[in-house]
């Protein structure tokens, strides 16, 4: 015997509907926007900005020809 499989909703069924989608997706949207809005103006903790700045420096050493050692600028 030969199953066939509708895939669309009668008017009887329940299921989403567009409207229901669309707030769920309108609100998570707002949701995602508010914490990582929150995330991305956060400072940048002190011990990796001095992190950065050591491997910049280091990156500049290197390019002029003065490449520094790991024991001078540990990580």
């Known amino acids: 015997m030969k199953h066939e499989v509708s895939t669309h909703f009668s008017e009887t069924q ?3 509907n567009e409207q ?3 707030t769920v997706s309108d609100s998570l949207g707002r949701q995602l926007r508010a ?3 929150e995330l ?3 400072p940048v903790p002190d ?3 001095d992190l950065l700045n050591r491997l910049q420096t ?3 050493a290197r ?3 003065a490449e520094a050692t790991d024991e001078e600028t540990p990580l």
């Open 47 to 49: 011990r990796i900005l």
């Open 58 to 60: 280091q990156d500049h």
């Open 35 to 37: 914490i990582y809005g």
């Open 40 to 42: 991305v103006s956060a």
């Open 14 to 16: 329940v299921g989403p």
């Open 20 to 22: 229901d989608l669309k």
């Open 63 to 65: 390019a002029s020809g």
